[in-house]
């Protein structure tokens, strides 16, 4: 299960990239803790039964009873409650393409994926891999910055060149407090969350 205080892992195994890529898409707007329990309920077959979770996104995909169709991954999203149903369906169902390959996948792929931004790209990509110049840009990053006198928007911003100037400033925070960018981030969803 996804740890949110300890979400940091550059030793994580195809199967736990997996678990964490899926997190990243359904945690978006949303209480980690809480996120995390509900992905592990809908993973928990999947464990049963020996199945990586990409193994299980393929099965739901694939399902089609037309007598039942409860065992579709819409069906199951729902029954789960994961939120933001059509978005986290578009996404789960993108993310197959990478299986096998998930560390060595660019933001730039992922975000190719309908239902995958800037932040969530990043968040995956910035706690699987050590060293990674990338931000994910959530509003407790964002408060942190404007408390530093940055010009910031309260949200996420979705434009680019602005996701990029923002994410380049707190790369640059990072580097004048001696922290790499995985840390700070770490230490300040904790600080800001509470």
Known sequence: MIEPTNITNYNRTQAELEEFLMFAIIVAGKTAKTQAEKLNKFLWTSKIIGVSPFKWLQYLVNYNDAMDDSGTLAAQLKHYKLGQYKRIEKAFRGILQFEGRLDTVSCQELESVDGIGSKTSRFYVLHS??????????????????????????????????????????????????????????????SYSK
């Open 129 to 190: 891999r050590p060293d990674q110049k990338v931000a994910a840009l959530d509003t407790h990053i964002l408060k942190y910055l404007n408390e530093k006198g940055y010009n910031v928007p309260k949200t996420t911003p979705s434009n680019k060149k602005k996701y990029r100037k923002i994410e380049l400033d707190f790369i640059a925070e990072c580097e004048k407090a001696g922290k790499n960018v995985a840390d700070m981030d770490l230490e300040i969803w904790k």
